[in-house]
């Protein structure tokens, strides 16, 4: 048996963590059950995230062979497991832990399943994601508060006057040398993806108007600002938040993980493009390097049955009927839903009540299934814009063979925002991106980094080195530091500029 | 136009690469063990010359009338001659990655080459004449691209620096023209970011091509490094000062860019060669034989004939091979097309069929 405690600084210090009640019970429940102790994983995190997608204790099966991989030899000396049994820390102390751990073991507990196995990426958790942020209005009306309020600190480092003023500077250190070489475009081009309400927008646009005037070069004449956003409604509000700077500000209903789409006319035109707490919230996978062998962690969502029955009393359903009316949901959203059920939603609040029950009590059971090659594990497909944005899982495989056991997040959908959003970078532009990542592949086996849930929408810390290794492979130098314009919170400034 | 007897036993709008072939993954990570310390240099150099043919007999299936070893021996375009050339230093020679570039300095005066060729190019050359019937052009970075990214410590001005990396590879030429090379191309990549050096590349071409009696390409472009450019901008930096070069043919960019700096060559009278690129290279989209007859067709509106000489606009290195055979394909077949209005008479060109066969793995429209 193997037994991985990741957070181990909290058994050191004030209120550490006793191994006695938050492990050792489920070990003596292993012990107790019809498993091969041999071939059994136990795996301890602290999840931070209040709202997650976990219970106390799951089982996760540790698939041997799939039949993608048939034929595909399997190296000597892997150690082969059979299950892996995950603990949440934090809320283990206080819970039955022996208890459920061996339920667990007896056979698969009543739920309510709401889709089929498949990649983390393509789970229905991004739909509820994706209904979040198009249906943000009714989320805020519902829970009372705006979703910047949710985030840590009340406010997004976007909207920091010092960080807009030190980009600003950046870029007219550019300019000059451009400029003094008869090199600098007429236009130029700032791009951001996630303009959320425009406050980072008229940020920077007012210290940029301001600074301007001081350099005295006319570089505000020559600015096109285009602000970039999932949903029209946010950039039209948006647009009203930069009302006095419109004559440069152009705006773009896009999808983040495809900006070139709608932008692929500003190829290697575009002088910054910012991105601020956008890429955590994109989908991803997550892979794990086990015992010398790779997996793809496969995820299937799942109302536990007592919050299933409580769920479906009130939208006067039975459990067995939430899956459809769940993906109802998704697909019409809260304000069509009473038209589509008015049996289950008689108006807009029930059918927002129920979505917000439905996610609150959402979780996710896993899987490892063993990958046939990293080469044959599409990371993000081919666009079919310029041919060349493939990203193929061998960029996963210095990361994954980096050590000991591993798992990390793929970033899929930061991934294709970023390549995608590097082709639209000048050469001697900069990608600037606030956001949570993880800077060091040892940052995994010591940390959880997500999937959580801050309000109605999905967070995943952001794979770091993995970012910085495709970003050289790209042609460009990846750096990290810690937000410097406030202090004691997690958000990591990355700067991506040409390499060479 | 007054070719060497090489240039001229070939078609009119001869086609050719401007040298670097694709790289498959499996390559790169071969590559890379080899700079970990990982496979040795003898195993890295037979994978080198299994590729090489395999590159040269692509080119030869898709019709291309001068071919190129592909510089798959190179890890990158500068670290392959730096770390050959005596006096220049690299403190780390491992690398994470086979492509990225070396950290080099000079901290004395480059030696002086006399009669060696130390960088051992005419040896690559001979092997990739061994394996092909066809004219080759072989290609070199030049050495004021080479000069950029060594740290100076050694010259007051960085000029000397240029000049004496110059000096050995005249001697490289020298020796290749030795061991029967007969057209050879500078390489330029870094030129167009330092246009106010011109002069100083020139100079140092000179310096190169002096008394190599070959036929001589200069390639510049807006660099290609992982298919984006380095630099943006107009040729136009390029005149007058690259009148006074000794080489034979510009090799430039023009099918990403657009082709309105064939009027500046034009208009400062260049009355050589040109390679005109025809197929953008930063981009996997397959052009149309028609778009590339459309292209050489707006440069004979400026141009004669047989100043022509047709090539994509800088090294393939970061196309996948399927996209850069189907390119190379079409580049031919409208190259034909071009040839025939001129001549009048039916030309040898791939038709519909042979180029499904180049192209099998491509999807109907990307390649054709």
């Not at chain 1, 006695?20 to 059950?33: C, F, N, Y």
């Not at chain 1, 062979?65 to 082969?80: D, K, M, Q």
């Not at chain 2, 590559?31 to 003898?42: D, I, L, N, Q």
């Not at chain 2, 000489?309 to 091979?321: A, H, S, Y």
Request: charged share 25%; with cysteine; aromatic share 8%.
């Amino acid at each position: 048996m193997l037994v991985d405690f990741r957070p181990h600084t909290r058994l050191r210090g004030d209120g550490r963590v006793d191994l006695a009640t938050s492990l050792l019970p489920v070990v003596e429940a292993l012990a107790e059950a019809d498993v091969d102790l041999a071939k059994v994983r136990v795996v301890s995190d602290w999840v931070q995230y209040r709202e997650n997608f976990r219970e106390v204790v799951d089982l996760r099966p540790i698939l041997h062979s799939v039949p993608a991989a048939a034929g595909v030899p399997v190296s000597l000396g892997v150690r082969e497991d059979d299950l892996e049994v995950a603990v949440d820390v934090r809320r283990s102390q206080d819970a039955p832990l022996k208890e459920l751990t061996a339920a667990l073991l007896r056979g698969a507990p009543e739920r309510i399943v709401l889709e089929d196995w498949g990649r983390g990426s393509r789970s229905c958790i991004w739909d509820f994601n994706a209904l979040y942020w198009s249906a943000l209005e009714l989320w805020e009306k519902a829970t009372g508060r705006g979703y910047e309020q949710a985030l840590p600190g009340g406010e997004s480092d976007a909207r920091n006057i010092d960080a807009a003023r030190e980009l600003i500077l950046g870029l007219f250190s550019v300019w000059d040398r451009l400029a003094e070489s008869n090199a600098l475009p007429d236009e130029l081009y700032v791009v951001e993806l996630g303009v959320g309400n425009g406050g980072q927008a008229k940020v920077f646009l007012d210290v940029f108007r301001e600074l301007d005037l001081a350099h005295g070069r006319g570089y505000y004449r020559r600015l096109r600002y285009l602000m970039c956003d999932y949903s029209q409604h946010v950039l039209d509000l948006a647009r009203e938040t930069v009302a006095d700077h419109l004559a440069h500000v152009s705006s773009f209903a896009l999808d983040a993980t495809r900006p070139a789409t709608a932008l692929g006319f500003l190829q290697y035109k575009v002088f910054l493009v910012y991105v601020s707490n956008v890429y955590d919230n994109l989908p991803t996978d997550e892979v794990a390097q086990l015992g010398g062998r790779t997996y793809c962690v496969e995820t299937r969502a799942y109302l536990p049955a007592a919050a299933a029955e409580g769920i479906a009393a009130a939208a006067g359903a039975t459990p067995a009927e939430l899956p459809g009316l769940v993906h109802k949901l998704l697909r019409l959203g809260p304000a069509l839903l009473p038209e589509a059920a008015p049996a289950h939603f008689p108006d807009v609040d029930s059918a927002v009540d129920f979505w917000r029950r439905t996610w609150s009590a959402l979780r996710l059971e896993e899987r490892y299934v063993p990958l046939p090659g990293l080469d044959a594990y599409t990371i993000v497909p081919a666009t079919g814009r310029d041919g060349l944005t493939t990203l193929s899982g061998e960029l996963l495989r210095p990361l994954l063979e980096s050590g000991a056991d591993l798992r990390m997040h793929v970033n899929n959908g930061a991934l294709a925002s970023f390549v995608d959003s590097l082709m639209l970078l000048h050469p001697f532009g900069t990608l600037v991106c606030h956001d949570l990542f993880v800077t060091d592949v040892n940052g995994y086996r010591t940390h959880f980094r997500g999937p959580g849930k801050y309000d109605g929408s999905v967070v995943n810390w952001v794979n770091g080195p993995l970012l910085a290794h495709v970003g050289r492979r790209h042609g460009f130098d990846v750096t990290y530091e810690p937000f410097r314009h406030r202090s004691g919170g997690n958000i990591v400034t990355m700067t991506a500029q040409t390499r060479d | 136009m007054d070719d060497r007897a090489d240039l001229a036993d070939l078609p009119l709008l001869p086609t050719t690469v401007v040298g670097s072939y694709p790289v498959p993954e499996w390559m790169e990570r071969l590559k890379t063990e080899y700079f970990r310390g990982r496979m040795s240099a003898v195993q890295l150099q037979d994978v080198h010359e299994m590729a090489i043919k395999a590159a040269l007999r692509d080119q030869e299936l898709a019709g291309i009338d001068i071919v190129s070893d592909g510089e798959l021996r190179r890890d990158n375009d500068l670290d392959y001659f730096l770390a050959r050339i005596p006096g220049i230093e690299i403190p780390h020679t491992a690398k994470d990655f086979y492509f990225d570039y070396y950290d080099t300095r000079v901290r004395a005066p480059l030696p002086e080459p006399g009669d060696a060729a130390p960088l051992g190019l005419a040896d690559d050359f001979a092997f990739t004449a061994t394996q092909t019937d066809r004219p080759i052009k072989f290609s070199f970075t030049g050495p004021f691209s080479l000069a950029r990214r060594v740290r100076n410590e050694a010259y007051p001005d960085r000029r000397d620096l240029v000049l004496a990396i110059a000096r050995i590879l005249n001697a490289e030429a020298r020796a290749l023209a030795a061991r029967g090379a007969r057209m050879l191309q500078i390489d330029e990549p870094f030129l167009a970011g330092y246009p106010q050096e011109v002069e100083t590349a020139v100079e140092a071409i000179n310096i190169v091509t002096a008394g190599v009696d070959v036929t001589w390409g200069l390639h510049v472009c807006y660099g290609n490094r992982y298919a984006r450019p380095s630099w943006e901008g107009h040729y136009d930096f390029l005149f007058p000062a690259v009148l006074e070069t000794t080489v034979d043919q510009l090799v430039l960019e023009f099918a990403r860019t657009g082709y309105g700096d064939l009027e500046v060559v034009a208009k400062h009278g260049w009355d050589r060669r040109l390679g005109v690129g025809v197929v953008d290279v930063k981009s996997g989209r397959v052009e149309t034989p028609e778009e590339v007859a459309a292209r050489i067709r707006g440069a004979l509106d400026l141009l004669a004939p047989d100043q022509l000489v047709i090539n994509p606009d800088c090294g393939l290195r970061n196309l996948t091979g399927e996209v850069a055979r189907a390119k190379l394909a079409a580049m031919v077949a409208g190259t034909a097309q071009v040839r025939r209005e001129l001549t009048g008479r039916p030309m040898d060109d791939p038709g519909p069929d042979d180029l499904a066969r180049l192209t099998p793995g491509l999807p109907e429209g990307a390649a054709r």
